[in-house]
């Protein structure tokens, strides 16, 4: 069946470690989002990409950094400047035209 | 710029009784609008989608949202409740189909009493 995979499901980082959220997709969609969702806030996007080798900032990008190397692909490296990373991760893919996001099962992480 | 707003942060019903929860949206352009469910811990599922087909949007699972532009609103609605509908509901606006990111609203979360 044709989805997108998040890994790993919970992740725990140290002050002052860079960690990398992985998002795959097999749909064959060229765009991809990054969501940060904390309680009581709906979701922020974080980036975005609408094809290979390029991506957009959106309304959160500070402390994040991402990649689109590959169409499956859009990782996510929360680094050491992201102040609080502690939060829920949702990355989401969308085939043009398609209006409506298909979201992957997310990411809990936390700063310990 | 585009917002949304959703007028209440927790909605309680009882099984078997009517679910409305309230959605305003702000948009430049002719929007889509969507709403999104989420089970705890778990992603995000496309209840239903307006792009400016017919107003009234017929969704999964009971769900139905009506487009109404003199009052901005684009509320979601369930004739009867059932406890398996008990989540986090995301009502979300875009101006130019989703191509740029969504604007999501605040969520909703809605508790069915037994």
């Known amino acids: 069946d044709g989805g997108i995979t998040q890994s790993p499901k919970y992740l725990f980082r140290k002050e002052g470690q860079n960690v990398t959220l992985s998002c795959e997709q097999n749909?064959?969609?060229?765009?991809m989002y990054w969501y940060r969702q904390d309680p009581g806030q709906g979701l922020r996007l974080i980036y975005y990409s609408q094809i290979v080798n390029d991506f957009q900032k959106g309304d959160i990008a500070e402390g994040y950094s991402v990649s689109r190397e590959k169409k499956e692909s859009f990782p996510l490296t929360v680094t050491s400047a992201q102040k609080n990373p502690t939060a829920f991760y949702l990355c989401?893919?969308?085939?043009?035209?398609?209006?409506?996001?298909?979201f992957g099962s997310g990411t809990r992480l936390t700063v310990v | 710029a585009q917002s949304v707003t959703q007028l209440d942060s927790h909605v309680s019903v009882s099984e078997g009784t009517p679910v409305l929860l309230r959605c305003n949206y702000s948009?430049?352009?002719?929007?889509?609008l969507f709403w999104y469910v989420q089970h705890p811990n778990k992603g995000l599922q496309l209840l239903l989608k307006?792009?400016?087909?017919?107003?009234l949007v017929k969704g999964i699972n009971g769900f139905e949202a009506e487009f109404k532009k003199s009052e901005t609103s684009f509320h979601l609605t369930k004739p009867s409740a059932h406890m398996s509908d008990a989540a986090e509901y995301f009502c979300v606006v875009s101006d130019e189909g989703g191509a740029d990111g969504l604007t999501f609203g605040k969520g909703t979360h809605l508790i069915i009493q037994p």
């Open positions: 749909l064959n969609h060229d765009a």
């Open positions: 948009s430049s352009y002719s929007p889509s």
């Open positions: 989401a893919s969308d085939r043009e035209g398609n209006y409506g996001y298909t």
């Open positions: 307006y792009t400016s087909a017919a107003t």
